[in-house]
């Protein structure tokens, strides 16, 4: 880290460093009023789907929401709920605030967003939610790429993902073809006992390497897992298949960097 983040601050060095240790950080959102704000306007479009009150009491609401959607309405509720916060025009600059420093810490501070911020819900005992094990820069994403994940609740042990250490994802990769086994369950059994289970809290907010093996497994918890996750990376770095104005679009690009993009020599006859 000395060489080549000589000029960063402690404070970066410090983040950056466990980040590359553990392949991710949790921390307190930098704006808490901004995480309550992407809550509120979840439970609106809960409560606009199931018709029914705003409740009192929105950790608890959302924690049992299994007793108030069956099984087989999950996807469409999901899907209506996911079409309902895209369609509100500031939040994701909302989900942006909540992780801004973070980013600008270990991103940069000119910035790509995801254009669609995507949602988990992963009731109890429930298999047709699971995300298998993966790393998205197995299917294209770009390896510049980094992950915000919000959670709407508490998340913890099952009810939370799991992430296999920087460490590890190279021991894995270095044996890929011994370990990976016909499908993606038997690459999690050869990796079960070195993923790591990431409890976070409502309120605070993780940033983790997508290209490090990841997903979920069945709920075996009491409560709903209620879960967002959207992707940022740096605007001048590799887009992979996802590709600049069609998945990502510039968030926070500097003056500079619009005159240089739109600069034209003089033209000489």
């Not at 307190?28 to 995480?35: F, G």
């Not at 069956?70 to 895209?86: A, M, Q, T, W, Y």
């Not at 497994?217 to 590799?238: A, D, G, I, L």
Request: aromatic fraction near 12%; proline fraction near 5%; glycine fraction near 4%.
């Amino acid at each position: 880290m000395e060489h080549f983040n000589s000029f960063l601050n402690k404070e970066d060095i410090l983040l950056s460093e466990e980040y590359l240790k553990n392949g991710y950080i949790i921390r307190d959102s930098a704006s808490y009023n901004s995480v309550q704000y992407l809550r509120d306007s979840i439970v609106n479009c809960v409560i606009k789907f199931l018709g029914c009150k705003k409740p009192e009491n929105s950790d608890q609401f959302l924690n049992q929401i299994h007793e108030k959607v069956k099984p087989d309405e999950l996807n469409n509720f999901r899907l209506s709920v996911i079409k309902g916060i895209n369609e509100d025009p500031n939040f994701r600059f909302h989900y942006f605030q909540s992780a801004k420093p973070y980013l600008e810490s270990l991103v940069g501070n000119e910035l790509s967003m995801q254009l669609r911020v995507n949602l988990s819900i992963q009731m109890p005992k429930d298999e047709s939610s699971l995300l298998p094990v993966h790393s998205d820069t197995w299917s294209g994403d770009s390896p510049y790429e980094v992950v915000v994940w919000i959670p709407l609740v508490d998340c913890f042990n099952t009810k939370a993902m799991y992430l296999l250490s920087p460490e590890d994802s190279v021991k894995l990769v270095g044996n890929f073809s011994e370990r990976a086994g016909k499908n993606s369950e038997e690459l999690f059994q050869s990796i079960s006992k070195e993923v790591k289970f990431l409890n976070i809290k409502y309120g605070q907010v993780m940033v983790f390497d997508q290209g490090f093996p990841h997903g979920n497994r069945v709920n075996e918890e009491k409560e709903t897992r209620w879960s967002m996750n959207c992707r940022f990376k740096s605007v001048f770095t590799p887009y992979g298949d996802k590709k600049i104005g069609e998945f990502f679009e510039p968030i926070t690009l500097r003056a500079a960097s619009h005159n240089g993009m739109n600069y034209q020599f003089p033209r000489v006859k």
